[in-house]
């Protein structure tokens, strides 16, 4: 007649240990994997039949061991909008979520470059840092005052600056021929490449018509 077996306490414990103590006792091992976030991989999790149970010598335990923390497949979120996904992946537990700011033809706040991890990696989100780079939208020059330059020094600077520059002429008393009377937008307005402005360009005091002579 078999003899009455209590089940040990072997939580936490390495599974090929456990296995030797439930086999000594006269007792089948039958192993589970299953993922743990507290529980380090290949050590046990808990019994079945539990701790302090009685059964039967030859009968079967179940060893629920673990595999440790479950992974995901990190997506490919290049494209998407950083505020919203920073939310997201913060709400399934990740780590920490955070960006670096990258001059960009992009939208500001899209997505350009996944740091880390890269698309299609397994990761375990609470031990995971994710990295992206951000777009912080095309580079911006400030507009240079343009009143009193000559008209050939604004049409090197428009070249240098990639601005497309439209000029018209107007007659100025106190502004010099082939020089700059008034500009828009004004100076010190944040433009980007490719941006329009426009300049007048003094064409020297009107003529007067001539006195006629009584």
Same mark, same amino acid.
């Given at each position: ?16 240990? +456990? ?24 050590? =046990? ?19 629920? =061991? ?11 979120? =290049?494209?998407?909008?950083? #505020? ?82 439209? =000029? ?9 021929? #082939? ?13 980007? +490449? ?9 064409? #020297? ?10």
């Amino acid at each position: 007649k078999p003899d009455d077996v209590v089940i040990p306490d072997l939580a936490g414990e390495e599974y090929d240990v +456990a296995k030797e103590e439930l086999e000594a006792l006269n007792l089948k091992v039958k192993k589970k994997q299953t993922f743990s976030e507290d529980i380090e991989i290949d050590h =046990v999790i808990k019994t079945d039949p539990g701790t302090g149970r009685t059964v039967k010598e030859n009968s079967t335990v179940e060893v629920f =061991v673990s595999d440790g923390k479950e992974t995901v497949e990190f997506e490919d979120y =290049v494209g998407d909008n950083y #505020g919203q996904i920073k939310k997201m992946l913060e709400e399934e537990g990740y780590k920490e979520v955070r960006s670096y700011e990258k001059t960009s033809d992009e939208p500001v706040g899209e997505i350009i470059t996944q740091i880390q991890p890269i698309p299609g990696e397994e990761v375990v989100p609470s031990d995971s840092t994710v990295i992206f780079e951000t777009s912080d939208g095309p580079e911006t020059i400030k507009l240079n005052q343009l009143r009193d330059l000559e008209l050939s020094e604004v049409e090197e600077y428009a070249k240098e600056n990639e601005l497309k520059l439209e =000029v018209s002429e107007v007659h100025s008393d106190s502004i010099e021929e #082939g020089r700059i009377v008034s500009q828009s937008p004004t100076e010190n307005t944040e433009l980007t +490449a490719g941006s329009s402005i426009s300049v007048e360009v003094s064409i #020297g005091p009107e003529k007067q018509p001539p006195k006629s002579h009584k």
